[in-house]
C-alpha cells in the first residue's frame, strides 16, 4: 500500500484514470511492486553486494588500475569468472599493459561498449562488467514506464487490459526512433484472431 501511496503522490496524472478505475491502477502498481521486489531479490541472489564491492567496481570504468581490486571481485563473482584463473590472470596482464589506450577509448564511448569492442580479448572481464552494469541505482527507469504508461491508458482508453498495455509499451520501445511499417500479412494474422 505504501508503494502505491507513494506512486500515486508522485504521479499525479494517474489521479483521473483512478477516478475511472480503481481496479486497474491497483493491479498495474500491485504486479509493478511484486516485479521490483522479485527483480530485487533475483538481484541479490546472482550479485550479492556489499559497500566493498561498488568500490571495487571502479576496476571494471578503469579509473585505476588495482590488482587488489579486480581480485576481490574475481572472488566475490566466482560465478562469472569460475574456474578460468590462469586465462582471467592473462587479461588482467593485457589490461595492465593496455590500461591508458582503454581509458583513452572510454572517453569517446560508454565503458560497456569499449568491453564489447575488446569482448575477445577480455571476456571475463567482459562478463564481469556487463554483470557489475546490470544493477539499478535508482527507481528512475520503473518510474519512467509509469509515466509512458499514462501516454497510453487516457481516460478514453481506460478499458485498455494490462496485457494490451503492455504490448503497447513494447511496441512504443521498439519502435520509437524508427517508423513502423505494418505489412498485410500482419493485420491477416491479427483478423484471424477476431
Known sequence: MKFQNKFL????????????????VDTFTNTA?????ASVI????????DDRELFDSTAIFLADFSLEKWHRLKVRFGNIIEDQNSIFEDEL????F?????QLEMRNC????????????????????????????SSCPLERVFSKCTDI???????????????????????LRR????????????QKHF
Open 110 to 137: 560508454p565503458i560497456l561498449e569499449v568491453w564489447s569492442r575488446h569482448k575477445s580479448k577480455y571476456p571475463l572481464i567482459f562478463n564481469l562488467a556487463r554483470s557489475l552494469m546490470v544493477t539499478p541505482y
Open 9 to 24: 503522490q508522485e504521479h499525479s496524472e494517474f489521479k483521473d484514470i483512478i477516478k475511472e478505475d480503481k481496479k486497474f
Open 98 to 102: 593496455n590500461f591508458f589506450d582503454l
Open 42 to 49: 533475483k538481484m541479490r541472489e546472482i550479485l550479492p553486494y
Open 179 to 190: 517508423n513502423f511499417i505494418c505489412e498485410p500479412s500482419m493485420m491477416n494474422s491479427y
Open 153 to 175: 491508458k487516457t481516460l478514453k482508453r481506460n478499458r485498455l487490459r494490462i496485457q494490451s498495455l503492455e504490448a503497447c509499451l513494447l511496441i512504443k520501445q521498439q519502435y
Open 93 to 96: 596482464k593485457r589490461i595492465k
Open 33 to 37: 511492486f511484486e516485479f521490483l521486489k
